[in-house]
DNA sequence: TTTATTTGGTTTATATTATAAACTACTCTA
DNA sequence: TAGAGTAGTTTATAATATAAACCAAATAAA
């Protein structure tokens, strides 16, 4: 009834970001941190562990001068995803 | 977009708790344990997290010699987990 | 032109949370 | 009356999240 929910996903902030990229399949870290709400610190590590799962690929070059970190999705995060929506939805369809 | 999600409920194992005490109103810690399929260790701090933001009631009695620990979900709970399902579907409705 | 501020992050330290293991208290059975 | 089982709680530890501090470079301001 109640099967494992991902670990990786079921993160307030990795959910944001992994749901952003599902929909935009990629986006930069400024985009993701002003979307999400969250503080650059705590992007920089969640966005790793999401990487480190195989559900995004970092691309870090510079644009303008400046650095510019590129998340982009994998085959792997979409899949993930869409496996923990499916497990989530038994837990919130009550029934 | 991303409205924060409720940290009580935002937990694999209270939410399982809470989602099988909307349906069902009441229910046995021991049943509880099962269908949850959690240690009677974590089941026993997690109730008591949910009980803490008022969520479930727990009355503790005796049947058959044996103590018994009942839960019962409570208006608040009822309400939050009906605003966190709201909350979550803007996360997991990829658009 | 040198110092202050901003951009775009990372690293580290701490607080919070989850979980497993150990424990309590009582009951039943042989 | 010793051993195993029931129904939990408490405590210690592991894992996670988050905030604060830091870094390197760019730009703005004095």
Redesign the interface.
């Known amino acids: 009834?109640?099967k494992?929910?991902d670990p990786i996903l079921?993160s307030?902030l990795r959910?944001?970001v992994v749901?952003l990229l599902?929909?935009v399949k990629e986006a930069e870290f400024t985009y993701l941190r002003e979307?999400?709400?969250s503080t650059a610190g705590n992007l920089s590590v969640q966005i790793q562990k999401i990487k480190d799962a195989g559900y995004i690929e970092i691309e870090k070059k510079f644009k303008d001068n400046y650095p510019q970190t590129i998340c982009k999705i994998t085959p792997a995060g979409i899949k993930a995803?869409e496996e923990?929506?499916k497990i989530?939805k038994q837990?919130?369809s009550?029934?």
């Open positions: 009834m109640f494992d929910l079921h307030q959910l944001a749901s599902v929909s979307q999400t709400n995803f923990y929506v989530l837990y919130i009550k029934k």
